[in-house]
């Protein structure tokens, strides 16, 4: 696969006096937690929202709660059965 330049931004609303304020404000925030949603830019224009999975962050599922019906989690029928 051919590289190719990506625009990448996100934004952070900050209060501030000057924009080199705003901008140190955006820095510090983003260094004690980095965004969570970018939005890039190919170069044809094209722009895909992209989700930053953390690493830091753990998703718990307890599959009980997830099956409503635990007995149709196995398939019974023979391949290509169903319709």
Known sequence: MQKQKYTVSTSVTVVAETPQA??????????????????????????????N???????DTIESEVVQYPEFM?????PGAGG
Do not use: Y
Request: glycine share 2%.
């Open 22 to 51: 705003a901008a140190q404000q955006a820095s510090e925030l983003f260094s004690k937690s980095p965004p969570e949603r970018f939005d890039v830019m190919d170069e044809s224009g094209s722009t895909f929202h992209v989700a």
């Open 53 to 59: 999975d953390h690493p830091q962050r753990s998703i």
């Open 74 to 78: 196995e398939n019974d029928a023979p």
